[in-house]
Nanobody, 125 residues
Framework: QVQVAESGGGLVQPGGSLRLSCVASGGAFGFNGMAWYRQPTGKGRELVAEITSGGTITYADSVKGRFTISRDKAKNTVALQMNSLKPEDTAVYYC???????????????????WGQGTQVTVSS
């Protein structure tokens, strides 16, 4: 029943900004965390940012100071504000939601089992 959907991707010039949005529906008890992952073409998927049910936020080193993750727990929505975008930020961005399989406030990687279809972000001149 859980569905995750991302939106907001597109083409932007280096130095520009984009805001990605995600809605995770069907979670009667919410989620232990929500996160953004990205996968550049031909490369593996990597964690970009995470916000847990307790409000703890983690960013990949490559995006610290540029990206901001926020969440509306009541609505199970999460956003990723991306500023100062670089060509290396180009990737398909995925939203993921974590079930309550582990410690509250500390979702495990394996708890992120609800995924969106992805939205393409391209940073290019």
């Amino acid at each position: 029943q859980v569905q995750v959907a991302e939106s907001g991707g597109g083409l932007v010039q280096p130095g520009g900004s984009l805001r990605l949005s995600c809605v995770a529906s069907g979670g009667a008890f919410g989620f232990n965390g929500m996160a953004w992952y990205r996968q550049p073409t031909g490369k593996g998927r990597e964690l970009v940012a995470e916000i847990t049910s307790g409000g703890t936020i983690t960013y990949a080193d490559s995006v610290k100071g540029r990206f901001t993750i926020s969440r509306d727990k009541a609505k199970n929505t999460v956003a990723l504000q991306m500023n100062s975008l670089k060509p290396e930020d180009t990737a398909v961005y995925y939203c993921a939601a974590a079930s309550w399989g582990g410690v509250a406030g500390k979702p495990r990687l394996t708890d992120y089992n609800y995924w969106g279809q992805g939205t393409q972000v391209t940073v290019s001149s």
